[in-house]
T-cell receptor, first 113, second 122 residues
Framework: DQQVKQNSPSLSVQEGRISILNCDYTNSMFDYFLWYKKYPAEGPTFLISISSIKDKNEDGRFTVFLNKSAKHLSLHIVPSQPGDSAVYFCAASGGQAGTALIFGKGTTLSVSS | DTEVTQTPKHLVMGMTNKKSLKCEQHMGHRAMYWYKQKAKKPPELMFVYSYEKLSINESVPSRFSPECPNSSLLNLHLHALQPEDSALYLC?????????????????????FGEGSRLTVL
């Protein structure tokens, strides 16, 4: 039973445009939501997080939006750059998992120049 | 120092071997984690240590044995593994949520990951 779902396995965007990556969750006890970027054979790199008491968090080109009633979050990257091409994982923690992160299956973002 | 260091980076072992993966952090984190990641899959949680005590074991087979000798070190002992155990093993660490009235750093939920140990079981 997947608690964190990323339903789009891949996304292709042109350089300079907006990338929107989506994530849904089922566990209402989650209290932190994070986005990680990953390249093959490397550890995940933290991008941005949001706590469940907020609905938006912004850091440079990256903005995360949280809709608790819909149990949905999204990552916006504006403007997208070719160096953003990677696998993006949505993750959540809280409830029985405690501080451990539960990951979605990931979305592969390809940004073309 | 904001790094989680994992050794070795690559390990090849036979099914009868005994080996260990090591992880070290000096960020003062009191929670440490082992994850397993297969190709094209998300990281899967294996174990969580909180204040050097095992707090979560995600039904991992006993051929994987974790150990947390002190607050900076985390080991994963491997014995009698199977070829399907071949994967990238990721170590991570984090702060724990600030207790009410405590003086700890603000908790953001972030886990700091090492670069992983690539394990191949022959």
């Amino acid at each position: 039973d997947q608690q964190v779902k990323q339903n789009s396995p891949s996304l292709s965007v042109q350089e300079g445009r907006i990338s929107i990556l989506n994530c849904d969750y089922t566990n209402s006890m989650f209290d932190y939501f994070l986005w990680y970027k990953k390249y093959p054979a490397e550890g995940p790199t933290f991008l941005i997080s949001i706590s469940s008491i907020k609905d938006k968090n912004e850091d440079g080109r990256f903005t995360v939006f949280l809709n608790k009633s819909a149990k949905h979050l999204s990552l916006h990257i504006v403007p997208s750059q070719p160096g953003d091409s990677a696998v993006y994982f949505c993750a959540a923690s809280g409830g029985q998992a405690g501080t451990a992160l539960i990951f979605g299956k990931g979305t592969t973002l390809s940004v073309s120049s | 120092d904001t790094e989680v260091t994992q050794t070795p980076k690559h390990l090849v072992m036979g099914m009868t071997n005994k080996k260990s993966l090591k992880c070290e952090q000096h960020m003062g984190h009191r929670a440490m984690y082992w994850y397993k990641q297969k190709a094209k899959k998300p990281p899967e949680l294996m174990f969580v240590y909180s204040y050097e005590k095992l707090s979560i074991n995600e039904s991992v087979p006993s051929r994987f044995s974790p150990e947390c000798p002190n607050s900076s070190l985390l080991n994963l002992h491997l014995h009698a593994l199977q070829p399907e155990d071949s994967a990238l093993y990721l170590c991570a660490s984090s702060h724990t949520p600030r207790t009410v009235g405590g003086q700890g750093p603000k908790f953001t939920g972030e886990l700091f990951f090492g670069e992983g140990s690539r394990l191949t079981v022959l």
